[in-house]
């Protein structure tokens, strides 16, 4: 396969060059912030049909959805704690094995 003096694929680079750019980040963050800015803009003016009050917090569902995955997030810890074993749980791996450990 051919590569260019970068030593990138040119198959890579027609579809990955764009990430390597100086400003992709900045591009990236202020195209989320503009988004964020227009959804935010409408929800303030949207009329919604909500069953619970709180609901009609303006960004309530952001937040809502934000301190969710958070929670999930943090949850991992204590789940790792729980189903995590030992490193040699399953015993060593040649000890008593005719086969060297091979399945």
């Not at 195209?31 to 609901?55: C, F, K, M, N, P």
């Not at 997030?73 to 094995?97: F, Q, T």
């Amino acid at each position: 396969m051919p590569h260019n003096d970068t030593g990138m694929h040119p198959i890579a680079k027609a579809v990955f060059g764009w990430v390597g750019h100086k400003w992709t980040g900045n591009i990236i963050l202020f195209g989320l912030l503009g988004v964020s800015a227009v959804l935010i803009g409408i929800d303030l003016v949207y009329d919604r049909h909500v069953e619970e009050d709180i609901e009609r917090i303006s960004g309530f569902y952001g937040l809502y959805g934000f301190i969710a995955f958070g929670f999930v997030v943090l949850m991992g810890r204590p789940l790792g704690w729980l189903l995590r074993r030992e490193e040699n749980y399953y015993g060593d791996a040649d000890a008593g094995d005719d086969d060297g450990g091979q399945p």
